[in-house]
């Protein structure tokens, strides 16, 4: 996963839109916890949308 915040978005919001059905899905598979990703977007203004199954900003 990137480690870049604006890259980590673009990646994450790309994986669940095209291979995975959750966030807590791409996160087993990539190995880290679902709050990770949440507190990284956080931090550049974006929160997870369970209804859109996206990252939008806050």
Do not use: H, W
Not at 17 to 44: F, M, P, Q
Request: hydrophobic share 40%; net charge negative.
């Amino acid at each position: 996963m990137p480690k870049d915040p604006n890259m980590l978005l673009s990646y994450v919001n790309t994986q669940l839109r095209d291979n995975y059905d959750s966030l807590e899905d791409l996160a087993v598979s990539a190995g880290v916890t679902a709050e990770e990703i949440c507190g990284k977007l956080a931090a550049i203004g974006y929160e997870y949308d369970e209804a859109l199954k996206r990252f939008i900003t806050k």
